[in-house]
C-alpha cells in the first residue's frame, strides 16, 4: 500500500512532494499565521454573515445583563453595575482574539470558548451563569426588555437551507454508492507505431494501468478486442485468444506492458479503432477504454 511504500522509502517522487508540501502549509497556517486565516483567509465567516438572520442562534453577550462593566471589590455591591467585571477571560480564550462583548464579529468562530470562560468567572463570583451564552439575537433583545424570548426554529431560510443539505447529502451517498472501484488507462506505445512479425501479422504495444481502488487484491482479464482474430499477449508472457489475466495489489496501481496483435489481411487502415475491455473475476466488463491499433499506410 502506500503507507507502507512510504514508510519504506519506495514511494513515487509525487506522493513525498504532497506530503511535504501540506505538511509545510499546515505548520505555516496554523502554527504561524493562525487567526490571521480566520480573519483574512477563510471564506466561512463572509458566508456565516450572510446566512445568519436576528432568529439564528450565534454566540452572543448579553450586554443588558453585562453592563456597565467594570473590576469590582468583593465588599463592593452589584447595585448600578452590571455582572461582566472586565476581566477579559474571555478575549484571553478566544482562538480568533476577538471580544465578544463588541457584538457579532465575522472573525468569531462560534467555538464557545468564551462561553466556558465567562461561565468559570461567573461561578467565581457567584452571579448567574450566562453572561456570554448561545442565543438568537431577537430572543436576547425580547430578554432585555424582559419579555418571554421566541425562538422561531421553522423559517424559510431554515427550510431551504435543510432541502439544500438533504439535497447534497443525497447526491453524496448517490456517488459513493455509484462510486467506481477500478480505473483504467490505456496508453499506445509510440516509437516503434508498430512491427511486423515473421508470419506477416501486425503489432502494437500498450500500456495497461489499473487501478484497484478496494481493499483486497483482485484479479481482472484485460480483453482486446479488436477485428477477427485479434490476440493479446503480456509482453512476457504467452499469447491468449483476446484476453491475458493480471492481478491488482488492493489499493494499487498494476501496470501491465501488452502486445496487441492482428492480422495484416483483416486491417483495412492505417489506424484501426480498438477497444480494451477489464473484466472482473466474475468475468463481468468493469470498464472499456478505447484506443487505436497502427498498421502499414496500404496494408
Ligand atoms: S469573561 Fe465574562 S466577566 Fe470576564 S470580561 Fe468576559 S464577559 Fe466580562
Ligand atoms: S465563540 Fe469562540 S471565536 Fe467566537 S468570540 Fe467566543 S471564543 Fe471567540
Known amino acids: 500500500t502506500v503507507t507502507r511504500a512510504f514508510f519504506t ?11 511535504g508540501l501540506f505538511t509545510a502549509t499546515t505548520y505555516t497556517l496554523a502554527g504561524w499565521a493562525r487567526e490571521q486565516v480566520c480573519t483574512y483567509m477563510c471564506p466561512w465567516p ?7 438572520d436576528e432568529h439564528s442562534f450565534v454566540v452572543a453577550y448579553r450586554a443588558w445583563r453585562g453592563e456597565p462593566r467594570g473590576a469590582k471589590r468583593k465588599t463592593e455591591s452589584w447595585e448600578g453595575r452590571g455582572d461582566c467585571i472586565d476581566c477579559k477571560a474571555c478575549v484571553q480564550v478566544c482562538p480568533t482574539g476577538i ?53 422561531r426554529i421553522l423559517r424559510p431560510r431554515t427550510l431551504i437551507y435543510t432541502a439544500l443539505l438533504l439535497v447534497v447529502a443525497a447526491v453524496m451517498v448517490v456517488a459513493l454508492a455509484l462510486r467506481a472501484t477500478v480505473e483504467v488507462t490505456v496508453l499506445r506505445d509510440r516509437s516503434p507505431q508498430f512491427v511486423t512479425l515473421a508470419d506477416g501479422s501486425i503489432r502494437n504495444g500498450y500500456t495497461v494501468k489499473i487501478l ?17 482474430g485479434a490476440t493479446i499477449a503480456l509482453v512476457d508472457g504467452r499469447p491468449t485468444a483476446s484476453a491475458v489475466a493480471v492481478r491488482v495489489e488492493p489499493d494499487a496501481v498494476g501496470t501491465f506492458s501488452v502486445y496487441a496483435r ?26 472499456r477504454r478505447s484506443s487505436v491499433f497502427a498498421g502499414p499506410q496500404s496494408p
Open 46 to 52: 463572509r458566508f456565516q454573515a450572510a446566512m445568519t
Open 262 to 287: 492482428i492480422g495484416r489481411s483483416t486491417l483495412t487502415e492505417a489506424l484501426t479503432a480498438v477497444t480494451f475491455s477489464v473484466l472482473d473475476a466474475q468475468g463481468r466488463v468493469v470498464v
Open 9 to 19: 522509502g519506495q514511494a513515487g517522487a509525487g506522493v513525498y512532494f504532497f506530503v
Open 99 to 151: 471580544d465578544i462583548r463588541d457584538g457579532a464579529q465575522l472573525q468569531c468562530i462560534s467555538c464557545g470558548l468564551c462561553i466556558d470562560a465567562c461561565n468559570e468567572i461567573m461561578d467565581r463570583i457567584d452571579r448567574p451563569r450566562r453572561l456570554i451564552d448561545w442565543t438568537t439575537l431577537a430572543a436576547d433583545a425580547a430578554a432585555s426588555r424582559n419579555v418571554k424570548p421566541v425562538y
Open 212 to 228: 484497484n481502488k478496494t481493499r483486497e487484491a483482485a484479479a481482472y482479464h484485460i480483453r482486446f478486442d479488436g477485428p477477427q
